[in-house]
């Protein structure tokens, strides 16, 4: 059987091979049509990469009455350098971002981090708006409809409980986006558009809304790093059991900025990712380490102990596929190696 595919002036009309029981499938091409569609259907949902949604929509996860394809809309492809930020358009793919020669230039850890992340084949079709915006996982969440059908719906599936914590009050899987991290480091924001105008807000709040809110119409069209010509210097680091293969059991970004000839103190922001359902940021870790470096000697041991008691403070661990739970506390120790790496490129 076959849905016609019939779209306003200024799209693309195609005619695709569907069931019944398939979502229909638009592709605009602009952003403007692509929010219009959006906001027009009570259930959308759109499809950049597909290396993620498209496995949740066969295990039934999600049914939405339509797809809109993005593939076609170039203003989300666009690597730029503007006058105070690198702009990296949403359906950039991990590929390009670890390739591209400003990203490399000014932003290398970003770069590591977009190289990290699945296999070549997965890296030429996944984007950065699908790794931000990915979904969460559990062992729960991320199983087929016919096995989810012998329990009640969790938080995230618009039930009342979350099976991995059942006095928890919110889900609990774990978000797992490798990019996260040393965005958020390096204070990026996302560009969004509502229809109307286009926004900005930090990536954390971005993420936040993704993982704990609604869908409401606003499509990522990009994020925005500011330009950092002040000896800034940023790392990223990953545990997996095959590394890029697998979903990390930890990620880190740190991104630091040195004092300024103007007076102004130094800064440091470190994020952990993949231990909770929202990237960590260390805030007390970051103020030891600061003043650390204005002894003559910094020490490490004490530094490295915060840390790792901060991190299991702040993380929310939970059974997954293949990982126990002594393998994924274990995981906290990146955040040691993370900072001995940072220290280390400071010669301290």
């Known amino acids: 059987q076959y849905w016609k595919v019939i779209v306003s002036t200024g799209m693309e009309c195609r005619e695709?091979?569907?069931?019944?029981?398939?979502?229909?499938?638009?592709?605009?091409?602009?952003?403007?049509?692509?929010?219009?569609?959006?906001?027009?259907?009570?259930?959308?949902?759109?499809?950049?990469?597909?290396?993620d949604l498209m496995p949740h929509l066969r295990n039934g996860l999600y049914r939405p009455s339509c797809l809109i394809d993005l593939e076609k809309v170039d203003d989300l492809k666009k690597v730029e350098e503007r006058e105070d930020a690198l702009f990296i358009g949403a359906m950039t793919n991990l590929a390009r971002i670890a390739e591209e020669e400003p990203v490399n230039r000014l932003f290398p850890s970003v770069a590591r981090a977009a190289r990290s992340?699945?296999?070549?084949?997965?890296?030429?079709?996944?984007?950065?708006?699908?790794?931000?915006?990915?979904?969460?996982?559990?062992?729960?969440?991320?199983?087929?409809?016919?096995w989810r059908e012998n329990i009640v719906p969790c938080h995230r599936l618009g039930g009342s409980c979350c099976?991995?914590?059942?006095?928890?009050?919110?889900?609990?899987?774990?978000?797992?986006?490798?990019?996260?991290?040393?965005?958020?480091?390096?204070?990026?924001?996302?560009?969004?558009?509502?229809?109307?105008?286009?926004?900005?807000?930090?990536?954390?709040?971005?993420?936040?809304?993704?993982?704990?809110g609604t869908p409401d119409g606003r499509l990522l069209t990009g994020i925005l790093i500011p330009h950092r010509y002040d000896g800034s210097s940023g790392i990223f680091m990953k545990y997996g059991v095959r590394h890029a293969i697998d979903f990390a059991f930890s990620n880190v970004g740190i991104r630091f900025t040195p004092q300024k000839k103007d007076g102004k103190g130094a800064t440091l922001a470190i994020v952990v990712g993949a231990v909770a359902p929202v990237p960590v940021r260390l805030v007390e870790t970051e103020k030891e380490v600061l003043a650390e470096l204005g002894k003559p000697v910094v020490d490490r041991v004490r530094i490295f102990s915060l840390a790792h008691r901060e991190l299991q403070s702040r993380s929310a661990t939970i059974r997954e596929f293949t990982v126990s739970l002594k393998g994924k506390q274990n995981a906290l120790l990146i955040i040691m190696d993370a900072l001995r790496a940072f220290f280390n490129t400071l010669g301290r």
């Not at 084949?121 to 199983?143: D, F, H, P, S």
């Open 16 to 51: 695709v091979p569907m069931t019944t029981d398939d979502p229909r499938y638009m592709v605009p091409d602009s952003v403007e049509s692509a929010t219009n569609l959006f906001t027009a259907e009570n259930n959308a949902a759109y499809l950049a990469g597909g290396t």
């Open 117 to 146: 992340i699945g296999t070549p084949q997965i890296r030429n079709v996944a984007t950065m708006g699908g790794n931000l915006l990915q979904e969460k996982r559990c062992i729960y969440l991320n199983q087929s409809e016919f």
């Open 163 to 212: 099976h991995q914590t059942p006095k928890a009050l919110e889900c609990r899987a774990i978000y797992y986006s490798d990019l996260a991290p040393i965005l958020m480091a390096y204070e990026a924001r996302a560009v969004v558009f509502d229809g109307l105008s286009y926004g900005e807000e930090t990536i954390g709040d971005l993420i936040h809304r993704h993982c704990h």
